[in-house]
């Protein structure tokens, strides 16, 4: 079974900053694209930064410049740290772990229970 938990959210003002984590099961973690995706309410699900097995990151243009996502391999821990927060940044922020099997042809997609971002003053 994968599992994912995420932790970090809360209620900060504009421009602080937040860090969230998210713990993987190792299996997955080793050979899925991790992903932030954050959706308020009213809204559609967007992504938010992507970042692959070996390191490469995708962001949303809305928060490039401002959030960056990393992952820790040895402790199967991703990560997205927000800075300059701003309110429209508000959202139940989800990790997301995927990944195709190869040989069965078959996709996986796994999501974390999710954690609440506000940011107003």
């Known amino acids: 079974q994968v599992q994912l938990v995420e932790s970090g959210g809360g209620l900060v003002q504009p421009g602080e900053s937040l860090r969230l984590s998210c713990v993987v099961s190792?299996?997955?973690?080793?050979?899925?694209?991790m992903g932030w995706y954050r959706q308020a309410p009213g809204k559609v699900r967007e992504l938010v930064a992507s970042?692959?097995?070996?390191?490469?990151?995708d962001y949303a243009n809305s928060v490039k410049g401002r959030f960056a996502i990393s992952r820790d391999n040895f402790k199967n821990t991703v990560y997205l740290q927000m800075n300059n927060l701003k309110p429209e940044d508000t959202a139940v922020y989800y990790c997301n772990v995927k990944w195709g099997d190869m040989v069965t042809m078959e996709h996986y997609d796994y999501w974390g229970q999710g954690t609440q971002v506000t940011v107003s003053s």
């Open positions: 190792e299996s997955a973690f080793s050979i899925g694209v």
């Open positions: 970042i692959s097995t070996g390191g490469s990151a």
